[in-house]
């Protein structure tokens, strides 16, 4: 995977930023890593999944709106350090936060819904229900999620004991399996590809509830001009009329 500082110093070599194209303009957008289905990184293969489907959608409406920048992928820390000084466009898809409110401006309307639940090895009968039995059962071992996610501070704030060491969330369910932590809290669609990659569906058992529920959204550089704004957000107000954002949400999210 490209570093950080590199991806960006070649961003700024070939003119940082969203540049006019005949018809048209191009944003600057990134993969966010270790998050299939959102985005699908295969070696050799253009990158795939929900996000870079939403993208195709609004440029089948609106072929003005071109997007470049998916074959890089960053973590979440650094995706929201590159909105922040205005060197990524737009980013598919964040929650909503106060920090982030502060570097980055919403589209309107959410693009889908994100389900956030728990494993725990296969072999633990532990289950819990609620984020109050989560923190009791989290004294006698951590709950383990991801570097920068929100919900890791939402756990914290909770008095929920916490592993967000790692961005990789394939260190995190290893971390779980040899047992530095009793749980790994997860988004729904994120743990199921995950599982299913790393071939640990037998080690690991995804508990049946949903500790939150919460829309994910469309991200622009507060750099966005107006214009280019209401243009993305008529498009995906276009999208949610038509059913198509349930649709690309349906193909990647089936559970």
């Known amino acids: 995977m490209m570093s950080f500082r590199r991806f960006f110093m070649l961003l700024m070599f070939a003119s940082l ?11 600057q957008t990134v993969a966010q890593e270790s998050v299939a289905p959102k985005f699908i990184m295969e070696a050799g293969r253009p990158v795939a999944g929900l996000c870079p489907d939403i993208f195709q959608a609004i440029t089948a409406l609106d072929s003005g709106l071109q997007f470049e920048g998916l074959s890089h992928q960053l973590s979440t820390a650094r995706i929201e350090q590159g909105l922040a000084q205005g060197q990524i466009d737009i980013f598919c898809g964040l929650l909503r936060t106060e920090k982030r409110e502060k570097l980055a401006l919403y589209l309107e309307p959410p693009i889908y819904d994100m389900k956030q639940r728990v494993a725990v090895r296969a072999e633990d009968s532990i289950e819990p229900t609620n984020m109050q039995m989560l923190k009791q059962a989290s004294e006698g071992g951590l709950v383990i999620t991801t570097a920068g996610a929100p919900y890791a501070d939402a756990l914290r704030s909770a008095g929920i004991q916490v592993d967000a060491g790692a961005s990789d969330n394939r260190d995190n369910l290893r971390k ?13 669609y994120v743990m199921h590809n995950l ?22 959204y469309m991200v ?11 243009r993305l957000e008529a498009a995906l107000r276009t ?15 089936p559970y």
């Open 17 to 27: 930023g969203a540049y006019p194209l005949a018809g048209g303009i191009v944003l």
């Open 176 to 188: 779980l399996i040899v047992g530095r932590g009793r749980f790994l809290y997860l988004s729904d």
């Open 195 to 216: 599982l299913v990659q790393e071939k640990a569906e037998k080690k690991v058992r995804v508990l049946a509830a949903i500790f939150e529920r919460q829309p994910v």
């Open 220 to 230: 622009v550089g507060m750099q966005m001009k107006p214009a280019v704004r209401a």
């Open 239 to 253: 999208l949610t009329a038509q059913g198509e954002l349930d649709r690309i949400a349906k193909r990647h999210l």
